[in-house]
């Protein structure tokens, strides 16, 4: 069966490195993903990566993805106030249609 | 370029009152989904659309629940004789073709079952 996990809180200081991780289960994966929400807001696409790759880096960002662990991290560099949000994982694979299964998301909270 | 529109954004009904909530795909995407992210979960999908088909409802409920995303118009999720354990945020996605693994969601519409 499909699940996500996610650990449900991390807190980081400003310009500090975020590292946010997240395991799933269902070894058919094709891609995986990462979303941001902020508060009242729906969700924003920050990056994604197909199972074939190890990384892919974005700006600040960088995804990191271990296929044998099946375990997937989001590296946030020099975090930032702005980036205080929930953060969700989450995968598609090719023979569940186009819909998404999503980790249960965590907390990011940036401190001065 | 205008972004999955969702309205309304909050909506109050009464138990046993019906609940419509409307999507708009962002432009040229004829693929839509709806997505439920009950309170501090995750989101949970629940439909997925083309123009006029219901390609999977795995995740609707089997009953007071159903979708439509007519030929012209927006996409509709419809809930009939709510229950407060409808209260929650719906989300919608669309993307471009089946084969385009990018979802682009909307501001999702916040359901208050009272």
């Known amino acids: 069966g499909e699940d996500v996990e996610q650990s449900l809180f991390l807190s980081v200081r400003e310009g500090d490195s975020s590292v946010i991780n997240c395991t799933y289960t269902?070894?058919?994966?094709?891609?995986l993903y990462w979303y941001k929400q902020e508060p009242g807001a729906g969700l924003q696409l920050l990056t994604y990566i197909f199972s074939n790759m190890d990384m892919k880096q974005d700006q600040r960002l960088t995804v990191l993805l271990n296929k044998k662990d099946k375990h997937l991290s989001l590296r946030i560099a020099d975090t930032q106030t702005g980036d205080s949000a929930i953060y969700f994982c989450?995968?598609?694979?090719?023979?569940?249609?186009?819909?998404?299964?999503f980790g249960t998301g965590t907390q990011l909270k940036v401190e001065l | 370029n205008a972004g999955v529109m969702q309205n309304p954004r909050h909506l109050v009904r009464r138990r046993g009152q019906e609940a419509r909530l409307r999507c708009s795909p962002m432009k040229g995407h004829s693929h839509v989904y709806w997505y439920r992210q009950l309170p501090e979960e995750g989101l949970k999908f629940m439909v997925y659309l083309q123009k006029e088909n219901i390609i999977d409802e795995s995740g609707m409920p089997k009953e007071r629940f159903s979708a439509e995303f007519p030929k012209e118009g927006p996409s509709i999720l419809r809930i009939q004789q709510v229950v407060r354990g409808d209260s929650a945020a719906y989300f919608c996605a669309s993307s471009l073709k089946r084969e385009v693994y990018e979802q682009y969601f909307g501001p999702g519409t916040r359901l208050t079952v009272t």
């Open positions: 989450a995968e598609s694979t090719t023979g569940g249609g186009n819909k998404l299964t």
């Open positions: 269902d070894s058919s994966s094709t891609y």
